[in-house]
């Protein structure tokens, strides 16, 4: 409810009609509020509500910008008895530029529309409609723009200026002009940014409390209204990224993206043959994160939570200090035997060698032929050009 | 000169780089241990300067392109050491004395000559021993005459052998 302004009975500038529905009652949450029974209409930017005109107290204009809509469902089973239906907004968080409302806050983000029309197909496809073009993106109101430009045309009118093309102060000039052209666009690029942020925020907020309220139901909520709830979700975009302030300690932090991470990361681990750098998996991951990006530091820890937690991926640190993730299905003699019959084979090899056959990181072929090594298999020569790994005859040519 | 049989490791590359898988490593160095003695006994040498080892054929292998590291011929050394068939000649384990039986055996193998020779109770002098025409057809015959005195420091040791130091000479008698 405290999304709500009072406003003057007028379009705005940009503003366009699209439908008007009497006998509109708004309801906070699930509380009767003194705006009943009046008459609802729905533009490009907001929604307005009129008190009726036949009431002896003053009329009063209620007005909902849409942006703050975040989803739209209808709802036949009112609590409350008398013929009609709800539509049910799911609201944002308030933000700082509202005008002053009918109520200062609510103990719910969502309201009720309860219209005592019974057929609201058409509203509810243009308000649905509305929100998915976010018309009050492309053309804001205009209000205080047009002002702005007013402004602009009258300084440089008032100050003509004449400007030198040739020489040192032309050339200086025109750098100058460059640079001021690549800091806009540098902090128009940001504003984007910060925007696609922010909104981005608000739809994991709206996620959260979604799933939430899945939890919360488990019991008297029907199979298919949670799978309803599921889809909405989907079409959110953002299926919930594990991020460090929805926990409390950081050790459960790290479990749950350990979870994460063995979900997302056993079959690319499996297709590059059951091992992978921990700088690769950290690239891999948060590109996959967009925008919540892990730090090593919190993708290590959780990584180091793997084994614990009998997932199908672990960490293993190689004598070398390498860190892989690697299945947890790995044999370490399969690879040994590969790499000792490719020495039979080739009768000597070193780490690029072995890399390049393999298609693996140089930094893996080195492991595996250190495995190998390790297990008596192979033996080295170290010389100016490289270190070479050759077939054990120490130990199979028997003297 | 005899000439030398090089063993099949001599040619293969990782003979010259000192393995760390432990298993690999100790039959490397055995390798190491029976080819440097033979290749000294066949020479007839008995000094190795860890300075100097790349002019050996032994540690340089030039057909192809390996030689030893200083590190690792210390390692062999001090692994023929550990084994009685080395010592080292000064204190910066740079050069060392290689002999391809142990001392005790050297002893006993020249008590032995001596004993069968009827030397007992008469004195000799170690040129006598390595040089002489009586002993041209024994092993000890042009041994290292450093190698020979600590022999037979091991036979005095037994009271078998007495070494009699005078001038720039030096005698043994043996009992």
Redesign the interface.
Known sequence: MNRFEFVEPRHLPNESFLIRESGVSIVDGELLTQFSNGELTLTSHRILWASSKDSSQRQIYLALSLHYVVHVEEDGSRTYSSPGKDVVLHLTEVSNEKMPGPASRSFSNYVRLSFRNESLTQFISLLTNTIMRRTWELTPVMQSLSGLNFGQSESSGSMPMIKTRTGIIGIERSLQEKQKATDESISMAFQDLKKLMGMAKDMVAISKTISAKIRERQGDITEDETIRFKAYLMSLGIDDPVTRDAYKSSNEYFKQLAKQLAQILEEPIKEVGGMMTLTDVYCRVNRARGLELLSPEDLLNASRQLGSLGLPIILRVFDSGVMVLQLRSHDDKAIVEAVAELLEERK?ITAEELAQTEGLSVTLARERLLAT??A?KA?????IEAL?F?P????T?D? | MTEINWPWQYSFPPFFTLQPHAETKAKQLAAWKSLTLEYYRITNQAIVDIREVHSSPLFNNVSINRKLSSDMVLVIMEELENSGYACALDKSRQRWLVYWHTLQEWGEIIYNWVRDNGFIGSVCTTFELTDGENTTDQEFHGLDPEVLVRALRTLESSNRAELIMFDDNQGVKFF
């Open positions: 000597s090594e390790k008596g033996c080295r020569d170290d010389s070479r050759y054990n005859l120490f130990l040519m003297v």
